[in-house]
């Protein structure tokens, strides 16, 4: 069973910094991978999708690679603004399921400091 | 830019109450899902909804839950009798075709007391 983890799970850094934020799967078997920021008590906002026969997507100051035989997808975000204060979530479609059925991780909970 | 919007923003319900949670998908968008985030949680798929039927669902969506799209517009999801346990944030999500992104609507808190 496909299990996302997203390490760390709080991060805070200071304003103007560049930062990774890491996510792993247990099941290499990713079709496709989204990132999401969710601000509190709101939705989910999609950031950047990365489709199958892709390695990186990018939008902007934020740049998500997978690579699909380590298991892991990493999120940069350049020259980090306190704008970028949220949660941002991981989640993977496995190859043979439906495409909506996003298995997500937990997310990491990002605070920039001005 | 278009967005999934839902009603109400926030629910509370006595147990064993029916509760109906609206969504209106974006417009051109063709396929429609819904997910729940227990507090503290991750977001957890349930259902997902395609050419006027259910096309998969999730261990959590079992008999007390069901969808439907009346008028091609909105979405909604039922559930028959909430418990306590099904106290959560329910998004609707959308996306146009099979592999483009999903959108999100900002949610509807459901509480039951």
């Known amino acids: 069973k496909q299990e996302v983890t997203q390490i760390p799970a709080a991060l805070s850094v200071p304003e103007g910094e560049n930062l990774v934020l890491n996510c792993s799967f247990t099941?290499?078997?990713?079709?496709?991978l989204q990132w999401f920021r969710q601000d509190p008590g709101k939705g989910l906002t999609s950031l950047l999708l990365?489709?199958?026969?892709?390695r990186e997507q990018t939008s902007g100051r934020l740049n998500a690679s997978l690579d699909k035989s380590s298991g892991r997808s990493t999120l940069y975000i350049a020259a980090s603004q306190p704008g970028d204060s949220a949660t941002y979530l991981c989640?993977?479609?496995?190859?043979?399921?439906?495409?909506?059925?996003?298995?997500f991780g937990k997310g990491t909970k990002l605070s920039v400091k001005p | 830019e278009p967005e999934v919007t839902q009603t109400p923003s926030h629910q509370v319900t006595q147990m064993g109450q029916e509760v109906i949670l609206r969504c209106v998908p974006i417009?051109?968008?063709?396929?429609f899902y819904w997910y729940r985030q227990i507090l503290g949680q991750k977001v957890e798929f349930l259902v997902s909804?395609?050419?006027?039927?259910?096309?998969?669902k999730s261990e959590i969506f079992d008999d007390q839950f069901s969808v439907e799209r009346p008028d091609g517009s909105n979405f909604t999801l039922k559930i028959r009798s909430t418990k306590l346990e099904d106290s959560a944030m329910y998004f609707c999500?959308?996306?146009?075709?099979?592999?483009?992104?999903?959108?999100f609507g900002n949610g509807t808190r459901l509480t039951v007391t």
């Open positions: 990365i489709q199958s026969s892709q």
């Open positions: 417009s051109n968008h063709l396929y």
């Open positions: 999500a959308s996306r146009e075709r099979a592999n483009s992104p999903l959108h």
């Open positions: 989640a993977g479609v496995n190859y043979g399921g439906s495409q909506g059925n996003l298995i």
């Open positions: 909804f395609y050419n006027n039927e259910i096309s998969e």
């Open positions: 099941d290499s078997a990713i079709y496709n």
